[in-house]
Every structure is written in structure tokens, then in C-alpha cells.
């Protein structure tokens, strides 16, 4: 059975514009990558429509742009995402 985004819209990493403003007043909360559980399988950074997550030698998320939508949290299949609200650690 296919995820219903796979239906419905094609996989993009970027969408043009995701990053044509900062959203960090906006959002209530954040997601914060545990990268001990993190095993690199880029799923965070295929669905982030707002292309935030950065793939490297580790993961990361570029916390100026993103709107703290938490779908990089509910694609995670290991649970390395978590969303924490805004101004706690």
C-alpha cells in the first residue's frame, strides 16, 4: 500500500519558494532530530516542504526557516524527530 502522499503528489525535496520567508515567530513548535536514533534514511528531508532539513554527515533542521509543521516528526520511522514547543530544551 502506498502513503497517500506518494498518491497524490510527487516527491519533491524543494518546492520553489519554500524558503522565501523566516517563519520562526510563527510556529508553537519545533522539531529537535535525536541523532542516536537517526539512521539517515532522508525520509525527514524528502517530505519537509519548506526543504529545511539539511542531509550531511549528520542531519539537521534550519530552525530560521521552519514553520514547525511536524511532518519530518511523522515520517520519521524511528522516532529520531520529536516536536518539543518553542523555548524549551
Do not use: F
Not at 539512521?39 to 550531511?56: E, F, P, S
Not at 511523522?74 to 520529536?82: D, K, L, S
Amino acid at each position: 500500500m502506498k502513503h497517500p502522499w506518494l498518491v497524490k503528489r510527487p516527491i519533491s525535496p524543494w518546492l520553489p519558494g519554500g524558503l522565501s520567508r523566516q517563519n520562526k515567530p510563527n510556529r508553537t513548535e519545533r522539531p529537535v532530530l535525536d541523532q542516536d536514533k537517526c539512521n539517515k534514511c532522508q525520509l525527514c528531508w524528502i517530505y519537509c516542504a519548506d526543504g529545511v532539513v539539511k542531509r550531511a554527515e549528520q542531519m539537521s533542521i534550519d530552525y530560521e526557516y521552519c514553520k514547525g509543521c511536524g511532518v519530518c516528526a511523522i515520517e520519521c520511522p524511528r522516532g529520531a524527530i520529536t516536536m518539543v514547543r518553542e523555548g524549551t530544551e
